[in-house]
Antibody, heavy 118, light 114 residues
């Protein structure tokens, strides 16, 4: 069974940092691109970042470019999102999702809450 | 950039009736490969999103056949036949054809029981 379990969320002040983790199991992690998707409180879904199979290519939505860094550890089936210079508008639930190799995502984790507030 | 528009922000349907949710893209979603990468996700209250439909009309494993997707180019529809109480939630369309700018979601349509 495919499982994605996020952790690392919490309350942080504006300007602070957090590192999110996603533990993957039930599939061969190293052959799937991976993504982070954010959902602000009471709002819709917004794609945040993507990483390719070996981590050599990454992409970000414009609002987080230069502040967030996605990475992965294929040996341990882990996905990460390092978030620096956090802003109030970064608040939301962050989901780890699996790419299908067909310009799509299928499985989602349960999400981890990030709250940026003073 | 691609904009995905779901015109119905909310929909109230009686149990057993049908619901149609529409999604329009600002650009054609036909990929160079000839495929159209338009998916539909269901988010039940308090849960993570779950994919229902991909490539416009292909149902995911385990999704009831009451759910069907259709459309082409820029206009797409998710139809839910014989609505049940468990269908309550928010439904999102998502494009994957144009990259960058990455996956773009519609605003979501909230389905409620009348």
């Amino acid at each position: 069974e495919v499982q994605l379990v996020e952790s690392g969320g919490g309350l942080v002040q504006p300007g602070g940092s957090l590192r999110l983790s996603c533990a993957a199991s039930g599939f061969t992690f190293s052959i799937h691109k991976m993504h982070w998707v954010r959902q602000a409180p009471g709002k819709g879904l917004m794609w945040v970042s993507r990483i390719d199979l070996d981590g050599s290519h990454t992409s970000y939505v414009g609002s987080v470019q230069g502040r967030f860094t996605i990475s992965r550890d294929n040996a341990n089936s882990m996905l990460y999102l390092q978030m620096n210079s956090l802003r109030v508008e970064d608040t939301g639930v962050y989901y780890c999702t699996r790419d299908t190799d067909y310009w799509d995502v299928d499985y989602w984790g349960q999400g981890t809450q990030v709250t940026v507030s003073s | 950039d691609v904009v995905m528009t779901q015109s119905e922000l909310s929909l109230a349907v009686a149990l057993g009736q049908s619901a149609s949710i529409t999604c329009r893209s600002s650009r054609s979603l036909v990929h160079d490969s000839g495929n159209t990468y338009l998916s539909w996700f269901q988010q039940r209250p308090g849960q993570s999103p779950r994919r229902l439909i991909y490539k416009v009309s292909v149902r995911d494993f385990g999704v009831p056949d009451r759910f069907s997707g259709s459309g082409s180019g820029t206009d797409f529809t998710l139809k839910i036949s014989r609505v049940e109480a468990e269908d309550v939630g928010i439904y999102y369309c998502m494009q994957g054809t144009h990259w960058p700018p990455g996956f773009i979601f519609g605003q979501g349509t909230k389905l409620e029981i009348k």
